[in-house]
């Protein structure tokens, strides 16, 4: 026997006892692994509201109810996740190809002022179908302009795109306030806002309910996004590039352009997101409305580990705990950011349940 | 033990005193790797005491043992004859082993005396005053200017140096490990840096200085101990070394470091039979600022079926040199054909497109991407391509496919084909690189150390498929440090030094010699 093969059977060994290991308790682990920690979580925000003097099981079952269970609820739970998939989508392909924007808050305000701005003018002149389709065109081309800066900075000249990008957020936001103000305020109103799409121009309604169509454009998204970089060369060209930049270079591939692509991508999608939120929730944007929705739904794919359906998973989730938990503040005077609350518990319980589960493993596997 | 009749007073300095430190037997091995094996080297005071190596040779291992960052898997570390186990770096320095790593350690946004007063207590103001007189005496004593109240940031890089063997020696090191000490020097502070190793072991203090440059060594060792492939092959005492002149000496370290004449000459016959060819691959007045070490003037060519070997002292261009060839790095100047075609402003893929191949040495830094599937990282150089995409959608039957065939065909040890790459052992993880490169229509291919940290059977292997691609018609340039393996593969042998071709030998008899003279005629300047 060769040295080699004397390395190579314990590994193999230890494989097999492994693979036996899962086959009998796959199902059974994968499920504590991803059930254990949002049992947990949900405990652990529940002293939390024992500690503030809250009923936990009125407030749960009050959230459930309202956002889950009564179809106004229920519809605007749907609504919600639009453009939150949208959102994820953006982050997935930006983070999957190892690149941080985090500027979404800025690309996705901006676009939603253009497209508030614009499209209630079009409106008399297109189609509404092709009004709808301009507003997202602005949407997409406004969000994937405001990340060309860090995109062409971080590419040639290497500069940290975390901060370029959070600095250009905060300069979008403002920007997109001071628009909102000065440049598209709608002259029929006093309150400082954009002119206001009518609701017989927005995008249609699914089905009777009151759920907007957003709702498909974001599932669209996600899954587009996940099959993409999954299953297409280009995609595994971002995998590269995101998982080692230095193999990328030695692939021959051109890490500079694809970065430049990445944001492209990314920032379209964010600013997809402001359009569907305006064309399908919204009509029009206030001066100082800032979601803020980006930085919410990175935990969120993180979450799900960067995976599209998971993504759709947790942004129906944090979906229905923002509307559950907006009636539940109004209702049982729990505050509203409660929901952000247990999202970061349940960050925290996950990471643990991960912990536990890879020492576990190791210590089978000795 | 003599060292007692030796050293007769402690206090006094002695040229060469009793142990303070030694490594008795030292192994400690890595997965796939023996870092170090059954090492025994004693450290005494009042001598610098080099330790010669190549990267990988094994001289981190056993600074990182001594310095209590590793424990030795076999055999132990004495200190003062006592078998001791150095379990934390905290330890190491109470026991009075003192390290000064190659990258800074000091933090550059605070004064000398502040970084000295970083290992206090934390309930104590830190006596600044006191502390920086102690530093100004003790740097009187060496002969060494340094103000206590600078910031770190301000320092040049061999201040900081200084500095850190201040901090070594105040902290009461009787033994000073100087880890590539002047790697980051300019040659102006690399001699100042030797001029204070010698204060400090007239001082009796012992050091040891860890080094791959063998001019270094000869300047400033008292005694010299070769490290090869992790093994201890060879020391040079202070009457030898004082004795012979230096060219005598870089002979004879050569030898150590590269071996003597031996095993090997019997198969260098086979490659012979070869048929060589038409010229493949022609490099021309080739330089490049790219790299850290630049290429220079590089001139040579390749003919099909032929072996082109390039030997040298590890750091010497020779990454520099594989990477403007591959397209990785931009060239200066020179051309490069392939197949008679001007290929030197292309892009990495185009190059591969047109034939060529390039084994990095790096193999899971670039080479591979670790945990991703072995069966992917076989295409990571082909994305896109027919038939694993068709119209940018992945095929995973035909990946599938391609990947088993890879398996079976280059032997690669894996649990499976969607195992993440970087699980496998190095040899393995050199399979999975060889594949990818020797498959297809490949007309040169470039190895860059391609047998280094594999054991002996994934060395034969590699070999072998090193004189496969020959045999079948490829050019083939072998990048080395080991002269042996250019010995017995090799056509003809190129010596580079300090990204310059010194010369090229043609393999037979005299072939070690020639290139020996080589290596040493470079060292000399």
């Known amino acids: ?366 | 033990m003599q060292a007692p009749i030796q050293a007769p007073a402690a206090s006094v300095p002695a040229p060469s005193g009793a142990p303070v430190v030694a490594l008795r037997g030292v192994t400690k091995r890595f997965p796939g790797v023996t870092a170090s094996d059954n090492v025994t080297v004693e450290i005494r005071s009042g001598e610098v005491h080099v330790l010669l190596g190549e990267n990988g040779a094994g001289k981190s291992t056993l600074v990182a043992m001594l310095a209590g960052l590793q424990q030795p898997d076999e055999g132990h570390i004495e200190i003062d004859g006592a078998p001791v186990a150095v379990t934390s770096p905290k330890q190491a320095l109470a026991m009075g082993i003192g390290t000064v790593f190659q990258h800074s350690m000091l933090v550059p946004s605070l004064t000398v005396v502040d970084n000295f007063a970083l290992g206090g207590v934390w309930w104590k103001r830190p006596d600044r005053a006191g502390i920086a007189g102690r530093i100004e005496e003790t740097a009187k004593r060496l002969g060494l200017r340094v103000d206590p109240y600078a910031l770190v940031s301000g320092l040049a890089l061999g201040e900081r140096q200084q500095v850190e063997i201040l901090r070594a020696l105040m902290r009461g090191s009787r033994c000073l490990i100087l880890d590539e000490a002047t790697a980051m020097l300019t040659p102006h502070e690399a001699v100042g840096l030797g001029e204070l190793m010698r204060r400090l072991v007239a001082q009796g203090i012992a050091v040891i200085f860890i080094t791959h440059k063998l001019n270094e060594a000869i300047a400033y060792g008292d005694r010299i101990s070769v490290l090869r492939l992790g093994r201890n092959v060879g020391e040079i005492g202070p009457e030898t070394l004082r004795s012979a002149t230096d060219a005598e000496n870089t002979e004879r370290i050569i030898a150590l470091m590269f071996g003597t004449s031996r095993a090997g000459e019997g198969s260098r016959g086979e490659h012979r039979t070869r048929v060589v060819g038409d010229s493949v691959l022609q490099v021309e007045n080739l330089c490049s600022e790219a790299g850290r070490v630049p290429v220079r003037d590089v001139t040579f060519s390749v003919r099909s079926g032929e072996i082109f070997g390039i030997a040298g002292i590890d750091g010497n261009g020779q990454k520099e040199l594989a990477e403007v060839l591959a397209g990785q790095a931009q060239s200066s100047a020179g051309s490069i054909r392939l197949m008679g075609r001007e290929i030197g402003g292309t892009s990495v893929g185009d190059r591969r497109k047109s034939g060529l191949r390039y084994v990095t040495d790096d193999r899971l830094g670039e080479g591979t991407v670790g945990i991703f599937a072995v069966a992917t990282n076989f295409l990571l150089k082909d994305i896109g391509a027919a038939p694993y995409w068709q119209r940018g959608i992945e095929h995973p039957e035909e990946i599938r496919r391609q990947a088993d065939r890879h398996v079976q065909d280059f032997d690669i040890r894996t649990p499976g084909i969607q195992t993440p790459v970087g699980k496998l052992s190095g040899g393995n993880i050199q399979k999975v690189l060889l594949a990818r490169e020797l498959t297809g229509a490949a007309q040169a291919v470039i190895f860059a150390k391609p047998t280094y940290g594999l054991d002996v059977n994934n060395i034969r292997a590699t070999r072998k498929r090193i004189g496969g691609a020959a045999d079948a018609g490829k050019a083939v340039v072998l990048i080395s440090t080991d002269l042996d393996e250019l010995l017995e593969l090799a056509d003809r042998i190129a010596v580079i030094d300090r990204g310059s071709i010194r010369g090229i030998v043609e393999n037979g008899e005299g072939a070690r010699d020639a290139i020996g003279r080589l290596m040493s005629a470079g060292d000399d300047r």
């Open chain 1, 1 to 366: 026997m060769t040295d080699e093969q004397a390395i190579a059977q314990p590994a193999q060994q230890s494989h097999g006892r492994a693979t036996r290991d899962s086959s009998a308790n796959a199902s059974l682990r994968v499920l504590a692994v991803s059930i254990g920690p949002l049992i947990a979580a949900l405990v652990v925000g529940a002293i939390l509201l024992l500690a503030m003097g809250f009923n936990p099981v009125s407030y749960y079952s009050y959230v459930v109810q309202r956002a889950i269970f009564s179809p106004s609820g229920l519809e605007a739970t749907l609504t919600r996740m639009g453009p939150l998939l949208l959102i994820a989508a953006s982050l997935i392909v930006a983070f999957r190809a190892g690149i941080w924007n985090l500027g979404g808050d800025g690309q996705y305000l901006l676009a939603a002022v253009f497209v508030a701005a614009t499209v209630p003018l079009t409106m008399n002149v297109l189609p509404v179908w092709a009004n709808l389709l301009l507003g997202l065109l602005i949407g997409a081309v406004v969000g994937a302009i405001w990340g060309i800066l860090p995109a062409i900075l971080k590419a040639w000249q290497g500069i940290n795109e975390i901060i370029t990008t959070l600095m250009m957020s905060f300069l979008g936001v403002s920007l997109a306030n001071v628009l909102v103000k000065l440049a598209f305020l709608d002259p029929a109103t006093t309150t400082p806002q954009t002119r206001t799409l009518p609701v017989e121009a927005r995008l249609p309604r699914l089905f009777d309910t009151a759920t907007s169509s957003g709702l498909l454009i974001g599932l669209f998204a996600v899954i587009a996004v996940h099959l993409i970089m999954t299953r297409t060369s280009f995609g595994m060209r971002l995998r590269l590039v995101g998982a080692n930049p230095r193999a990328a270079v030695h692939a021959g591939l051109s890490v500079p352009t694809l970065t430049v692509a990445v944001f492209a991508i990314s920032a379209a999608l964010a600013g997809l997101s402001g359009a569907v939120d305006i064309l399908g929730t919204h009509g029009n944007v206030r001066a100082d409305w800032n979601p803020a929705y980006t930085l919410t739904v990175v935990p969120l794919v993180f979450l799900a580990r960067l995976n599209g359906f998971g993504s759709i998973a947790y942004v129906f989730l944090f979906s229905a705990l923002t509307i559950g938990g907006e009636s539940a503040a109004r209702r049982i005077g729990v505050p509203s950011f409660f929901s952000l609350v247990i999202v970061a518990i349940l960050l925290i319980t996950l990471g643990l349940a991960e912990y536990l589960d890879k020492r576990h493993q190791e210590r089978v596997r000795r």
